[in-house]
């Protein structure tokens, strides 16, 4: 078995075990013990959530004391404490839906988006980097001055403007391959921190 292979099963047993509806758990756990971005008490928006991996996680960090909105635009069972959505990221009311649903605007968004892959690398990547840029256009309505944010993104040819636009909307960004990835995949994560809010700012 190849050591991809053996770290990919290793993470769907965990999650198996240890109650986590999927292995994509342990990328946000990951990230979040490097960078700290989920703490007691924060209010945090979940883009992607299906099938509830993130969710789980986010509710367990935040506790009792926060509050966990997740949309997709599958149906997610219920998760303990969390709001969960179906709803289209595109939809132009689903900004005031999830800050109704918080009752104010959030500490943190998460995105987890991802096209369904067609087997197209340029397709696929022009995809994705487009629903992250969705996800940006939400943060601009939900996300408070001062938050931070996650990201996932497909390397290529347009991921370099992405992290342009990234940075002047946000006071410093990390980028991310936590160990549950699959290293020779081309996922990884923008890690960002202190939103700048206001109009959207585009690179110079």
Same mark, same amino acid.
């Given at each position: 078995?190849?050591?991809?292979?053996?770290?990919?099963?290793?993470?769907?047993?965990?999650?198996?075990?240890?109650?986590?509806?999927?292995?994509?758990?342990?990328?946000? &756990?990951?990230?979040?013990?490097?960078?700290?971005? &989920?703490?007691?008490?924060?209010?945090?928006? *979940?883009?992607?959530?299906?099938?509830?991996?993130?969710?789980? %996680?986010?509710?367990?960090?935040?506790?009792?004391?926060?509050?966990?909105?997740?949309?997709?635009?599958?149906?997610?069972?219920?998760?303990?404490?969390? %709001?969960? &959505?179906?709803?289209?990221?595109?939809?132009?009311?689903?900004?005031?839906? %999830?800050?109704?649903?918080?009752?104010?605007?959030? *500490?943190?968004?998460?995105? *987890? &988006?991802?096209?369904?892959?067609?087997?197209?690398?340029?397709?696929?990547?022009?995809?994705?980097?487009?629903?992250?840029?969705?996800?940006?256009?939400?943060?601009?309505?939900?996300?408070?001055?001062?938050?931070?944010?996650?990201?996932?993104?497909?390397?290529?040819?347009?991921?370099?403007?992405?992290?342009?636009?990234?940075?002047?909307?946000?006071?410093?960004?990390?980028?991310?391959?936590?160990?549950?990835?699959?290293?020779?995949?081309?996922?990884?994560?923008?890690?960002?921190?202190?939103?700048?809010?206001?109009?959207?700012?585009?690179?110079?």
């Amino acid at each position: 078995m190849r050591l991809a292979d053996a770290r990919k099963d290793r993470y769907r047993r965990l999650a198996k075990d240890q109650g986590y509806r999927s292995r994509s758990a342990y990328k946000l &756990l990951q990230i979040n013990k490097s960078y700290k971005i &989920l703490k007691k008490g924060l209010s945090v928006v *979940d883009l992607g959530s299906a099938p509830g991996g993130w969710v789980q %996680v986010t509710q367990r960090e935040v506790g009792s004391s926060g509050k966990v909105v997740g949309i997709d635009l599958k149906e997610i069972e219920p998760i303990n404490g969390a %709001v969960l &959505l179906q709803g289209d990221i595109q939809d132009p009311a689903i900004a005031a839906i %999830v800050i109704d649903k918080l009752d104010s605007k959030a *500490d943190v968004l998460l995105s *987890d &988006l991802a096209p369904n892959v067609s087997g197209v690398w340029d397709i696929d990547h022009a995809r994705q980097i487009s629903l992250t840029k969705t996800g940006l256009m939400i943060a601009h309505r939900v996300l408070r001055k001062g938050g931070n944010a996650v990201f996932k993104v497909f390397e290529g040819s347009m991921l370099e403007e992405l992290k342009s636009e990234m940075r002047h909307n946000f006071e410093r960004i990390q980028v991310s391959k936590p160990e549950a990835s699959r290293q020779e995949s081309s996922e990884m994560y923008l890690v960002c921190f202190n939103f700048r809010a206001g109009d959207t700012l585009q690179p110079k």
